[in-house]
């Protein structure tokens, strides 16, 4: 079975630029998340998706992030303008039903410089 | 507020010491999970405990949740190398608007030969 596929592994970019995450989750998983990691904490979660629909983006910064998930699939989730603090790994996971196992990608390393 | 406590928050020990790490809340999850994480790559579950006062082993590793279900804990027997990573408590929380599933920050353990 393949895992959660992430993309870009890594991406530096300038403050105040925009910057893409793209992420394709196991086949049939209808539940995908985004979760931000600061380096050496754990997974703080951004955005929940049931199918194509938002569960939970109570913690996400929507002034500059967005995120969507056409067709119940894949998902990209947005950052415009970047700031500093921005600097993070992104990770995705998805999982078949609500709240059980969840299986995470490899993340994308972001740095704002 | 953290709603998942973990320690402690750095654990470094020699190889075949035994260790035991934390997940505390004050409030009640109807399960826990607990993911390790190696360094570059997205957390991988370990187990998941359901069951108030239930006990699981995997190989070296024996996971406890709380009578009440608000505390579990992970204890290593002969720690190796190879247990070298984060460990996160996860756990789904419904005090927002749907849910979601939340982690704790996590311990990060090195182990020495």
């Known amino acids: 079975e393949a895992g959660v596929a992430q993309s870009p592994r890594y991406k530096i970019i300038e403050k105040r630029q925009s910057v893409a995450f793209w992420c394709n989750p196991i086949s049939g998983h209808a539940t995908l998340y985004w979760y931000q990691q600061i380096l050496g904490q754990g997974p703080k979660l951004l955005i929940q998706?049931?199918?194509?629909?938002?569960?939970?983006d109570s913690q996400l910064p929507k002034d500059r992030f967005s995120a969507e998930r056409l067709k119940g699939v894949d998902s990209t989730l947005k950052i415009q303008p970047a700031k500093l603090e921005d600097s993070a790994v992104y990770l995705c996971?998805?999982?078949?039903?609500?709240?059980?196992?969840?299986?995470f990608g490899q993340g994308t390393r972001l740095t704002v410089v | 507020t953290q709603l998942l406590e973990q320690s402690p928050q750095f654990l470094s020990i020699q190889e075949g010491e035994n260790l035991t790490v934390y997940c505390n809340s004050s409030s009640v999850f109807s399960s826990l999970q607990w993911y390790r994480q190696e360094p570059g790559e997205g957390p991988v579950l370990l187990v998941t405990v359901v069951t108030g006062g239930e006990v699981k082993k995997l190989k070296r590793l024996t996971f406890q949740f709380g009578d009440a279900r608000k505390d579990s804990s992970l204890h290593i027997t002969a720690a190796q190398p190879g247990d070298t990573g984060l460990y996160l408590c996860?756990?789904?929380?419904?005090?927002?608007?749907?849910?979601?599933?939340?982690f704790g920050k996590g311990t990060k353990l090195s182990v020495k030969p």
């Open positions: 998706f049931q199918n194509n629909g938002v569960v939970d």
């Open positions: 996971a998805s999982s078949l039903i609500r709240y059980t196992e969840a299986f």
């Open positions: 996860a756990g789904p929380y419904y005090g927002g608007s749907q849910g979601n599933l939340i």
